[in-house]
């Protein structure tokens, strides 16, 4: 069964704006810690950022600081991801996950469950 499913990726012009949204099957993953990680063709698979379960941390990659705002909705079940100022090097595939701890993780390896990915693609 698929635990988490993302929505939300599409094409965009450089500059522009997409929010992702990432919804759990299962009401347990409130109480996990979530993390977005993005692959673009050719590349690994590189965090993005993460959220502890109640919101109140989060941490971000170097290339998305400051443009990049991950939130979560507990009540919904949601977390989300704003993704501001985009550039063509965003583009790649982005993936929701989430170990089953309420903790931010140090490794991707400690994410547990994963989404199939939504496309975001930023046109220049």
């Known amino acids: 069964q698929v635990q988490l499913v993302e929505s939300g990726g599409g094409l965009v012009q450089t500059g522009g704006s997409l929010r992702l949204s990432c919804a759990a099957s299962e009401r347990t993953f409130s109480n996990y810690a979530r993390g977005w990680f993005r692959q673009a063709p050719g590349k690994e698979r590189e965090f993005v950022a993460s959220?502890?379960?109640?919101?109140?941390?989060?941490y971000y990659a170097e290339a998305v600081k400051g443009r990049f705002t991950i939130a979560r909705d507990n009540a919904r079940n949601t977390v989300s991801l704003q993704m501001n100022r985009l550039s063509p090097e965003d583009t790649a595939v982005y993936f929701c996950a989430a170990p089953h701890v309420s903790y931010i993780p140090e490794y991707t390896h400690d994410y547990i469950s994963w989404g199939q990915g939504t496309q975001v693609t930023v046109s220049s």
């Open positions: 959220i502890n379960w109640s919101g109140e941390r989060t």
